[in-house]
């Protein structure tokens, strides 16, 4: 088996990933402990998976997984987008950036919510081959958030087709429907091309 590394220390998405790419016969790793992320100030998903990416190949020796995502509300012109981990600053939780969201979304009806969770996922190769998919899921924000799964925004977003929170799907249910299990399994025939 390869193995591939996975360029982020989220354990939420380490379990994640590992458990959408289950089809491919690759041995997903960590980061060596050594690494430090580089900063995610390209502006863009993809400047920013790749970045984490190629640092990571680099220093590992080996091919490497990496994502960037986040959340785009139309109504705010689509922001947070790739400083969704940073909207409420620069070491928010996860639930002060969905209070932000939600504070800045109050008085809005269900139709003026509308957004959609992007990922853009990249394999990287040492050599500096590239493989990159681009995913979306469309749903909307609620302003009271439901359920304890998942991370991040999950709580106060419902995919268009749910009545359920992504935090109140389970593991399987989300990764079916959600942007990263659909674009890291676009690179699964990209991961079985290692081997």
């Not at 959408?20 to 997903?28: F, N, Q």
């Not at 993809?46 to 994502?67: F, V, W």
């Not at 040492?126 to 998919?133: E, I, R």
């Not at 419902?158 to 799907?169: C, D």
């Given at each position: ?10 354990p ?5 990933i590992?458990a959408?790419?289950?089809d ?14 580089p ?14 990416a190629?640092?990571?190949a680099?220093?590992m ?10 959340i785009?509300v139309?109504?705010?012109g689509g ?7 940073r ?5 928010a939780?996860?639930?002060a ?5 939600i504070?800045?979304?109050?008085g809005?009806?269900?139709?003026q ?8 996922a990249?394999?990287?190769?040492p ?14 924000i609620i302003l ?7 991370f991040?925004y999950?709580?106060g977003f ?9 935090a ?6 989300k ?5 990263r ?9 990209a991961?079985?091309?290692?081997t």
């Amino acid at each position: 088996m390869v193995r591939v590394a996975l360029a982020t220390k989220n354990p939420g998405k380490v379990r994640e990933i590992a458990a959408i790419i289950t089809d491919a016969p690759v041995e997903l790793v960590g980061p060596d402990p050594s690494w430090t992320p580089p900063p995610e100030d390209d502006g863009t998903y993809l400047g920013n998976a790749l970045e984490k990416a190629r640092s990571l190949a680099a220093a590992m020796g080996i091919p490497c997984l990496a994502d960037d995502s986040g959340i785009e509300v139309d109504a705010l012109g689509g922001r947070p987008g790739p400083r969704s981990a940073r909207f409420a600053g620069e070491d928010a939780t996860d639930a002060a950036n969905l209070t932000k969201l939600i504070d800045a979304l109050a008085g809005l009806s269900d139709e003026q919510r509308t957004a959609r969770y992007r990922c853009v996922a990249v394999l990287v190769t040492p050599d500096g081959a590239q493989c990159v998919a681009e995913e979306t899921v469309e749903g909307r924000i609620i302003l009271e958030p439901r359920g304890s799964g998942g991370f991040g925004y999950d709580p106060g977003f419902v995919a268009i087709g749910e009545t359920r929170t992504m935090a109140e799907l389970t593991p399987q249910e989300k990764d079916a429907i959600s942007h990263r299990g659909k674009a890291f399994r676009a690179l699964v025939p990209a991961l079985r091309a290692l081997t």
